[in-house]
């Protein structure tokens, strides 16, 4: 057993003082979107390029703008005009303001262990199919007799199973193909079910991320989960497919499903007004041109670089911080389980990054 895993296990489970309004946290990755596209829009000379782009007049007049703020509220309208002005956005480092990824593979499965856990293991070095050894927040949420039974995963990629480790930490995970499973399903699960056997696969490990939003979204109307955690694949897919018109359309797509994600937690009376939202990226990409953009990883520049934003009733509706200032990857678990009441992983055994700061009214250190 991994020394992380009985440190993990023998921790207390601390909860803190906590006269907050958030009662629910929503964790959103969109796996490998650059923090170029998400603060500055589209690229023009990206478009340009008939090597990445096909349709480039409707991604021209679809995304190009006078200014970079013009250009990401074309790319992503409801994050920008909606949820950005209601919380803090951080990671746009033509302010100097910088969140990176502690690990130093700059690749997935590292990402999502270090977001999920904390900690950057230098053992998880591979996207290979292995029971993570580690104890994720979410596992160590589900341990929490408040939470118990009421955490859940979604994710396109179908190693999600493997990184919340499904088969150690009880939390149901839909992730890759898998089906809704259960003797109550929904008629929207029944149909999801049919529908994706039906869909073309684009991807052997990811489906398209349609499908992974619509089960979560069935899971939240029937089971009401106070933590839920998801992963959209297409960006960082189409990317490494050298698309760019596909991997603007995904960031687009995903930005409407969050526009359907945030008006069904309004209109919800366990969710309306009790409800954060986290929402990162797993690692970035290269710079342009074409054989930097594609890939990302440790031999690539720039590709620890990620963004991070935080939206609900206990974060202050400051949008974009443009203070110098340098937050990690690592510092998301430790926050998340803050903004329910938890200190995670507690004092004692190895710790989790600290809480990001200013997010809510205790989290100045």
């Not at 703020?69 to 302010?95: C, H, I, K, S």
């Not at 069904?264 to 309306?272: G, N, R, T, V």
């Amino acid at each position: 057993m991994s020394v992380y895993l009985i440190c993990f296990l023998l921790l207390p489970f601390t909860l803190v003082a906590q006269s907050a309004a958030t009662e629910n946290v929503i964790l959103i990755t969109m796996d490998g979107l650059r923090w170029q596209e998400f603060f500055g829009g589209a690229v023009d000379s990206m478009i340009a390029n008939e090597d990445l782009t096909h349709d480039r007049d409707r991604m021209a007049e679809s995304y190009l703008g006078e200014t970079g703020e013009e250009r990401r509220r074309r790319l992503m309208p409801f994050f920008w005009d909606t949820l950005a002005p209601q919380g803090m956005v951080f990671g746009n480092r033509q302010y100097g303001n910088k969140v990176n990824c502690r690990n130093p593979y700059w690749f997935s499965y590292p990402g999502y262990n270090e977001i999920l856990t904390g900690r950057a293991d230098p053992d998880i070095d591979s996207n290979d199919k292995e029971w993570n050894p580690n104890v994720t927040v979410l596992e160590w949420l589900n341990g929490q007799d408040s939470l118990a039974g009421r955490v859940r995963a979604f994710g396109s990629w179908d190693v999600f199973d493997y990184i919340v480790n499904e088969r150690r930490s009880g939390i149901s995970v839909n992730s890759g193909y898998d089906r809704a499973t259960g003797d109550d399903l929904t008629e929207g699960e029944q149909f999801l079910n049919k529908l994706q056997e039906q869909a073309p696969r684009l991807w052997g490990s990811v489906r398209p991320d349609m499908f992974t939003h619509n089960y979560l979204m069935e899971t939240l109307r029937k089971d009401h989960p106070r933590v839920a955690f998801i992963s959209y694949g297409e960006t960082d897919d189409f990317a490494h497919d050298g698309s760019y018109n596909r991997y603007l359309d995904a960031a687009h797509a995903t930005d409407a499903m969050w526009r359907d994600l945030w008006t069904f937690l309004e209109s919800d009376p366990q969710y309306a007004g009790k409800t954060t939202l986290v929402i990162t990226t797993d690692h970035g990409r290269g710079d342009s041109p074409m054989a930097e953009w594609q890939g990302h990883g440790s031999s690539t520049r720039g590709s620890d670089a990620i963004w991070l934003a935080v939206i609900g009733p206990d974060t202050p509706d400051s949008g974009e911080v443009t203070d110098d200032q340098q937050l990690y990857q690592d510092q998301i678990a430790r926050t998340v389980a803050r903004l329910l009441g938890y200190d995670y992983p507690g004092e004692d055994g190895p710790k989790a990054g600290e809480i990001v700061p200013g997010v809510m009214p205790d989290a100045r250190r």
